[in-house]
């Protein structure tokens, strides 16, 4: 029975649906923004948000859980040798591929003050091919528009009487 059970099964096994949703969220953490089906949407987003509220600790063993979680382990990508295009290459890696480095350090702190809430699903019509609904996940940004409307109006006060 599935009693208070809230995944959705998707029509995969148990491991190709965690593999699945740990690729989508770390498409979506390299990506800021990922288009997918509206199903798959749904069950991604609660794992990205579990994963930035562990990620808002920053101790060590957050990282190696978000790393179990993702099924990213960094140290296993480079050989120990020290030379001119490891560093330049390792270095391109961190910036670009370091999904648990990119969590932790560019999306964490930027949710800090927030409680949970930190992606929103658009929806955006019928794939053409077989009609499925498509929808837009993306990282709920800081700054909203009202937000920054009020800064520059106070930034921009006419000086005077």
């Known amino acids: 029975m599935r009693h208070r059970l809230r995944k959705k099964k998707l029509n995969r096994t148990s491991e190709h649906r965690q593999s699945m949703l740990a690729n989508l969220v770390c498409s979506l953490i390299k990506h800021k923004r990922i288009t997918t089906t509206l199903a798959k949407a749904k069950a991604a987003r609660p794992v990205a948000e579990k994963l930035v509220t562990i ?8 990282r190696r859980v978000a790393s179990s979680h993702l099924r990213q382990h960094p140290r296993r990508f480079f050989d120990k040798t020290k030379s001119e295009t490891s560093n330049q290459v390792r270095d391109h890696w961190k910036e670009n591929e370091d999904v648990i480095g990119m969590l932790f350090d560019k999306i964490a702190p930027q949710f800090k003050e927030r409680h949970g809430g930190y992606t929103r699903i658009i929806k955006i019509g019928q794939r ?5 609904k498509q929808a837009i996940l993306e990282w709920v940004e800081n700054s ?4 920054t409307a009020e800064v520059k109006k106070e930034t921009t006060k006419p000086e005077g009487k």
């Open 144 to 147: 909203t528009p009202v937000a």
């Open 55 to 62: 990620a808002k600790g920053g101790t060590a063993h957050d």
């Open 128 to 132: 053409v091919g077989d009609a499925a």
